[in-house]
C-alpha cells in the first residue's frame, strides 16, 4: 500500500534542510519503505479538504491506506514501531527510545522555536531585541544538560533511534548561530546522525524538489 507524504514544493533558502516532512523522509529511509510526495501548495493548505487532512494547514502528513495523520513526531513514532532501525526489540530500550523522542520535542525543540521566531521573523521588533539573550542563555542550559548526557556516548542510548533521528533534526533548527557548535559534543553527535545514508537520502529528496519547483524571482 502506497506512502503519500504532504511536502511543501518550495520554502526560502533559510528553511531548506529544516521543513519537519524531513524528518518523516528520513524515518521511512532508514525503515526502508517507499514513500511518494504530495506537494502542498499555498492554496491547498488553506483548502476544506487539506484541512480535513491537517487542521492547522502545515506539513508533513501521511498517508497510508485508511491511515491519516498529521505531525512529524506521531508519524515518525508511527513508522519507527515498524522498524527495529528505529526502535529496538527489547521493550525497556523501545521505551527509552520513545522517552528520547518526546524529549526532543518538548525539552528542546521549543527552546529553539523561540530563538527562530526572534531571529528570522521578528528581529526587528523591541520585545526581539529585548527577549534574546534570555533566550539564548535558556538554549546554552538545555544544550549544556544534553551535552552532559551525550558525553562519551555515541547516541542517546546504546544504538541510534528514532530518539536520534527527531534529536538531530531539532539540533539543526539554530543553524544560524553557532550554538550548537559552541558545544563539541552535541556537534559530534549531530553530524554522526547527519552522516547516516538515511538522512542524506531523505536531505537530498527535499532539497531536490525545492530546487526543481524555485520561483524566478529567487533565482
Same mark, same amino acid.
Given at each position: #500500500?502506497?506512502?503519500?507524504?504532504?511536502?511543501?514544493?518550495?520554502?526560502? &533558502?533559510?528553511?531548506? $534542510?529544516?521543513?519537519?516532512?524531513?524528518?518523516?523522509?528520513?524515518?521511512?529511509?532508514?525503515?526502508?519503505?517507499?514513500?511518494?510526495?504530495? *506537494?502542498?501548495?499555498?492554496?491547498?493548505?488553506?483548502?476544506? !479538504?487539506?484541512? !480535513?487532512?491537517?487542521?492547522? $494547514?502545515?506539513? &508533513?502528513?501521511?498517508?497510508?491506506?485508511? #491511515?491519516? *495523520?498529521?505531525?512529524?513526531?506521531? =508519524?515518525?513514532?508511527? =513508522?519507527?514501531?515498524?522498524?527495529? #532501525?528505529?526502535?529496538? !526489540?527489547?521493550?525497556?530500550?523501545?521505551?527509552? /527510545?520513545?522517552?528520547? #523522542?518526546?524529549? /526532543?520535542?518538548?525539552? =528542546?525543540?521549543p527552546y529553539l522555536m523561540h530563538l527562530a521566531q526572534i531571529d528570522l521573523f521578528s528581529? $526587528?521588533?523591541?520585545?526581539?531585541?529585548?527577549?534574546?539573550? $534570555?533566550?539564548?542563555?535558556?538554549?546554552?542550559?538545555?544544550?549544556?544538560?544534553? /551535552?552532559?548526557?551525550?558525553?562519551?556516548?555515541?547516541? *542517546?542510548?546504546?544504538?541510534?533511534t528514532a530518539g536520534d533521528l527527531l534529536m538531530a533534526t531539532v539540533l539543526r533548527i539554530?543553524?544560524?548561530?553557532?550554538?550548537?557548535?559552541?558545544? &563539541?559534543?552535541? /556537534?559530534?553527535?549531530?553530524?554522526?546522525?547527519?552522516?547516516? &545514508?538515511?538522512?542524506?537520502?531523505?536531505?537530498?529528496?527535499?532539497?531536490?524538489?525545492?530546487?526543481?519547483?524555485?520561483?524566478?524571482? !529567487?533565482?
Amino acid at each position: #500500500m502506497a506512502v503519500h507524504v504532504g511536502a511543501l514544493p518550495w520554502v526560502p &533558502p533559510f528553511a531548506q $534542510g529544516n521543513v519537519r516532512d524531513l524528518r518523516v523522509r528520513w524515518a521511512l529511509e532508514e525503515a526502508g519503505i517507499a514513500y511518494v510526495e504530495r *506537494l502542498v501548495s499555498v492554496d491547498d493548505q488553506k483548502s476544506a !479538504a487539506y484541512r !480535513a487532512l491537517q487542521p492547522f $494547514g502545515q506539513v &508533513p502528513t501521511f498517508e497510508q491506506g485508511d #491511515m491519516r *495523520l498529521f505531525e512529524s513526531g506521531a =508519524i515518525v513514532l508511527h =513508522i519507527a514501531e515498524q522498524s527495529e #532501525m528505529l526502535l529496538p !526489540a527489547d521493550a525497556v530500550a523501545r521505551e527509552r /527510545a520513545k522517552t528520547w #523522542m518526546f524529549a /526532543a520535542l518538548s525539552s =528542546i525543540e521549543p527552546y529553539l522555536m523561540h530563538l527562530a521566531q526572534i531571529d528570522l521573523f521578528s528581529a $526587528g521588533e523591541e520585545w526581539a531585541k529585548l527577549r534574546r539573550p $534570555g533566550a539564548i542563555a535558556d538554549i546554552q542550559k538545555r544544550f549544556g544538560e544534553l /551535552a552532559k548526557w551525550l558525553d562519551g556516548r555515541n547516541y *542517546l542510548e546504546d544504538e541510534f533511534t528514532a530518539g536520534d533521528l527527531l534529536m538531530a533534526t531539532v539540533l539543526r533548527i539554530p543553524r544560524h548561530t553557532t550554538l550548537v557548535e559552541d558545544e &563539541p559534543v552535541l /556537534a559530534q553527535y549531530k553530524k554522526r546522525c547527519e552522516a547516516r &545514508p538515511a538522512f542524506k537520502r531523505a536531505l537530498d529528496a527535499q532539497l531536490a524538489t525545492f530546487a526543481k519547483h524555485e520561483p524566478k524571482a !529567487a533565482r
